[in-house]
């Protein structure tokens, strides 16, 4: 394992039962499979051996406090690409300065830890414009200027949604429903993740349940297991 965070489950979902503590897992990847920091999620997910999370679980069961209860799960990651238009000095070689921007977001940008980020991006760390900027325009002396910062994620409810429920009994919680899939957000509909997928149909409507039919046992994305993954996009250099 690389990283791990543990957290109490009532501190996130009002359906947790006292005592439940959950621990999320970021699996080791080595340096040859994630060359220059460039890491996918699809990297991630097939270093997530099982038999290591079921010995990891078993070593805290036997290690639990009295009263208490313990899950460990691998986390989730939100894949990111980042587009932005960067001026650099007259003197430097742009398709050099593309490559440090590129090596330094992939190695910012990372759930494991790099060179440059020595403890990995922060779990439930929300990434923003002004990050981006921080770490090109005071981070790399080829940088004269930053703007038009955006970022693309690979999924999001931006068009066709049928549906839209705010989640009464869960705070900040809202659904909506696009094609077949079912996205969540966890910050009252700042950000957005895909919570299930049903290929083949749609969702055409979303009904909360209430705390006593909460899959208490089959918990989604909450906000501390998400880590970004960056995927740069080439940023314009003049």
Known sequence: MARARAFT???VYSFARPGEVEVVLVPYVPDEARPGG???VAVLREHEVEEAR?????DLESRRALGTSCRAGWGRYKAVSIRARVVVRREEDAEAVRRRIHDRLYQTLSPLPTPLNPA?????EPLRASNVYRMLEHAEPGVRYVESVR???DEAPDAEVRTLAVDQYQARTWYAGRGP???RSSNAGAGWEPAGRFDGESVVRVVPAPPRYAPASSPGPVPSRWSPVGRPAAPGCT
Do not use: H, I, Q, S
């Not at 079921?54 to 078993?58: I, L």
């Not at 990995?120 to 439930?124: L, R, Y």
């Open 181 to 183: 899939v079912l996205f």
């Open 151 to 153: 970022f693309v994620v």
């Open 38 to 40: 460039r890491l996918p």
């Open 9 to 11: 489950r009532a501190a």
């Open 120 to 124: 990995g991006w922060a779990f439930g």
């Open 54 to 58: 079921r010995r990891v679980e078993t």
